[in-house]
């Protein structure tokens, strides 16, 4: 495979004009050869003449602007047009007049400006061109003339199709690459809000409960060392995120436990009773980072809206599926922040793109329940 991709490479990045040169060389070539005389096309009735110096000039003219057919399409179609008429009117009738529909082919396709003004010299051309041969050969019903007009339109029409085609498929990728673009800013805003939020929502709280520990200097000490431990946690979490999002980061996204997780939440305040059932012993990829965010989500929360109450936490991981279910007792005090929704929302996006089920809200005891099931294989030398 790779020394058939190493011919077709260099070829690729010849010039285009390279590229397209060889094509009008090989019309050129056959037009030279005696038994394709008098053998391409023939407008107007004009008797055959011998090949001689001008004929091999009306071919070079006819066939070597080809290779300038996608640069310089206009100029291109106008020497072929002008070779092409030459052709016909001295009677040659070689078979280098193919190169016309090629011409209009590759102008259709690639002619950005002016087009309809080529359209309109072009159609006053053929009439002229039209006249021209009536009087100098014996002329064709106006019926022909249609035709080999329609004929030519169709070959413009073919590279206005192309052109088309290829407009729209430009378009359908730009689309592509803003709806990846989006998408990928969505996740990016996810990961920060996830990371950020968690740490700096349990900085607070310690904070403000640091503030009414000033008599119990070992205390204090204990709730201030609490924050300086988790603002070093998300400078961590920080540089791990953007790790991933860099282009050049090549290892896999690091990640920690529920447990870590779950200790910060209780230094921060919060009483949390944590079981996890059958934790495999590789990650689980997606489904483990997901179903880590649910948790951390639902803590966050806990923190901000029922500081204080107690919050159980339990998660399965089954072969099939890893299940999450937080719940919070009603709140003792009215909430320590307002929140804005937006962490739940992207939680229920990252599980539903997984396939699974995603739930939350208030209980009927007045706390707070949220439920996620997260489809996942089971890990690679994990348990059954």
Excluded at 145 to 163: C, H, K, P
Excluded at 247 to 259: A, Y
Aim: net charge positive; charged share 20%.
């Amino acid at each position: 495979m790779t020394r058939l991709r190493h011919p077709l490479l260099l070829w690729r990045r010849l010039d285009v004009t390279l590229r397209d040169l060889p094509l009008g060389l090989l019309l050129l070539a056959a037009s030279l050869l005696p038994a394709l005389h008098h053998h391409g096309t023939q407008v107007g009735g004009v008797p055959d003449r011998p090949l001689d110096a001008l004929g091999l000039a009306v071919a070079a003219l006819q066939c070597l602007p080809l290779a300038g057919r996608r640069r310089w399409p206009a100029p291109a179609l106008a020497l072929v047009a002008c070779g092409f008429a030459l052709d016909q009117l001295a009677g040659y009738h070689l078979v280098a007049g193919t190169a016309l529909p090629l011409a209009l082919i590759s102008a259709g396709a690639h002619l950005d400006r002016y087009r309809r003004t080529t359209l309109l010299a072009g159609t006053a051309a053929f009439a002229v061109l039209a006249v021209a041969l009536t009087r100098v050969g014996t002329g064709e019903p106006l019926a022909e003339w249609v035709m080999f007009y329609a004929a030519l339109a169709l070959s413009w029409g073919i590279g206005a199709w192309l052109r088309s085609t290829r407009a729209a498929e430009a378009e359908r990728r730009r689309r592509v690459a803003e709806d990846t673009r989006a998408a990928e800013r969505a996740r990016i805003a996810r990961e920060l809000h996830d990371v950020v939020t968690h740490h700096v929502t349990a900085m607070v709280v310690q904070t403000e409960a640091a503030r009414h520990l000033t008599a119990a200097p070992e205390r204090l000490d204990g709730a201030l060392a609490a924050v300086a431990g988790t603002g070093r946690q998300a400078i961590g979490d920080l540089r791990r995120l953007l790790d991933v999002i860099d282009p050049g980061h090549t290892g896999p996204p690091s990640g920690e436990g529920l447990l870590p997780l779950v200790e910060r939440t209780r230094r921060a305040g919060q009483p949390v009773e944590f079981t996890e059932e059958d934790a495999p012993d590789a990650p689980r990829g997606g489904a483990g980072l997901v179903a880590h965010r649910v948790v951390q989500e639902a803590l966050t929360n806990a923190l901000k809206h029922a500081h204080g109450s107690r919050t159980t936490v339990r998660v399965r991981h089954r072969p099939e599926e890893i299940t999450v279910d937080v719940g919070t007792d009603r709140a003792r005090s009215a909430p320590a922040a307002p929140g804005g929704g937006r962490g739940l929302a992207g939680l229920r996006e990252r599980v539903e793109d997984l396939g699974g089920d995603f739930a939350a809200g208030p209980r009927r005891d007045g706390g707070f329940a949220v439920h996620a099931r997260i489809p996942a294989p089971a890990p690679a030398g994990g348990r059954e």
